[in-house]
């Protein structure tokens, strides 16, 4: 008999039978809409209505018939809710979807010793080892045990996360490989 296939990215459970046991586990959050982000709408039998959409720096979508709605912030269903109320005055039980075409309003920032410095696109969840596998690799002098991440916090407050290149390549120290949020700025000091 063969062995139970197993899906592509699946996790093997372990032999107590209970997938994860002991670990916590990380859900992935709903993308929030940004400025400058691109969405699709589509509105049910609606052409005049479906396409693309820009947010635009305010953070606010432009649609024919209902006109200008915040979209900064939101997740697309809470966006799609948002679009179809609106268009439910003009049109019975509007049948309304939003896609992200392209996400413009996350990143992250990279400085220092590596060779491709600057701004960065955050468009998938990205770790502190991806960032680095797309700066150009590391300059001679870089020092790339001490390797540090800035975060800004809801109340405005800096947070600072430690990260050794060395050791996590080598797959000590996992820990310090973070995933990076919007605004992240990592430094590779020379």
Known sequence: ELPPVRKPGAAAKPADGKAGAGKPVEKQQPYLIGPLDVLVVKVGGQQNLSGPVDVGPDGTISMPLIGDLKADGLTRDQLKEEIAKHLSDFLNNPEVDVQIGKINSKRYFVYGGVGRQGEFPLI????????????????DFANTKKIRI???????????????????????????????QNGDRIFVPE
Do not use: H
């Open 124 to 139: 998938r969840p990205t770790t502190v080892m991806d960032a680095m596998s797309s700066v150009g690799g590391f300059r």
């Open 150 to 180: 800035q975060r800004v916090m809801p109340d405005g407050t800096i947070k600072e996360f430690k990260f050794n290149y060395k050791d996590v390549s080598k797959g000590k120290s996992m820990e310090q490989n973070i995933l990076l």
